[in-house]
């Protein structure tokens, strides 16, 4: 499989990078980056300190679509939007990281049917299966058990909550047949007022380096249940991402999650 990598510049664009290179049923198609870089012309290799791969960063998208079978993007949400158009026109499967997309955008992205996209907040396998463990337990434990989910990234992130969180509170509001737009507390400042029955919480912790920690809380008056995964570092997410990319060469045009590809939905 031919993958292409767009924003191949950014902190997960390399990471996708090292882990294509390092896949022998993966090859390098090509990688781009916003008109005007500085890592325009750069060889690929030159990213992540490797040998030159004879690829360089690009700003001609069309080329790259073109050249790959499927393309990883973990860029930002105008950016994917702009791409998905890119990928109907040329057939090419996609693979996207992106996170804080407007509900709009989720919605178009949902209709794209004319290629395979696998769309997924977190392409760790051990948060995909905290998410139904999280829609199991949301089931089974009813409203007296209050839903918090909490999360930490690193200092550079720019949306919160982070998409795993929303993920992790859409799994719990699909266990619990409600819809979490109707029932989620995104943040809490000064006088709140106490906390509404069958409520979905939010916390949000940025700091350091951390690559990713999510727990979901489920608290009664007598006991507490927390299921935590903590990513070690992003390789993981671009391990998965590639995983995802491979899988797409044998399916149908279609919208896909990380949980089709594990093969658990
Ligand atoms: P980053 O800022 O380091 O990288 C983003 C890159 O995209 C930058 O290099 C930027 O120049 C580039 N870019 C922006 N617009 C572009 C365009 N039009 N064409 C080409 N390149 C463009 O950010 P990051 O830490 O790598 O994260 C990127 C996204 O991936 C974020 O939304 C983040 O939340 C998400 N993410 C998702 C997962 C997951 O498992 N789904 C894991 C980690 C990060």
């Not at 499927?70 to 890119?86: L, N, Q, W």
Request: hydrophobic share 45%; charged share 20%.
């Amino acid at each position: 499989m031919k993958i292409g990598i767009v924003g191949v510049a950014g902190r997960m664009g390399r990471m996708l990078v090292s882990e294509v290179l390092a896949n022998p049923a993966a090859e390098l198609a090509g990688g781009t980056e916003l008109s005007g870089s500085e890592n325009i012309g750069a060889d690929l290799g030159q990213l992540i300190g490797a040998a030159d791969t004879g690829l360089a960063v690009s700003d001609n998208v069309e080329n790259v679509f073109n050249a790959a079978d499927v393309i990883i993007d973990f860029t930002v949400p105008s950016a994917t939007m702009s791409h998905i158009k890119t990928a109907a026109k040329f057939k090419t499967a996609m693979v996207i990281g992106t996170t804080g997309f407007q509900p709009e955008q989720l919605s178009e992205l949902h209709r794209c049917g004319d290629n395979v996209i696998v769309h997924a907040a977190n392409f760790s396998v051990g948060v995909n299966v905290l998410l139904g463990l999280t829609e199991q337990a949301a089931a089974i434990l009813n409203q007296d058990y209050d839903i918090e989910i909490v999360e930490m990234h690193h200092r550079h992130k720019v949306d919160a909550p982070s998409g795993t969180a929303l993920a992790l509170g859409d799994a719990a509001a699909h266990g619990r047949i409600v819809v979490l737009d109707d029932v989620s507390t995104r943040v809490r400042d000064g006088i709140t007022g106490p906390r509404p029955k069958g409520n979905i919480g939010f916390a949000t912790l940025r700091g350091g380096g951390v690559a990713g920690d999510h727990t979901v809380m489920f608290a009664s008056e007598t006991e507490r249940l927390e299921l935590t995964h903590k990513a070690g570092d992003r390789s993981v997410f671009a391990s998965g991402a590639v995983r995802a990319a491979l899988w797409t060469g044998s399916q149908t045009p279609g919208y896909y999650s990380m949980r089709d590809v594990l093969g658990f939905t």
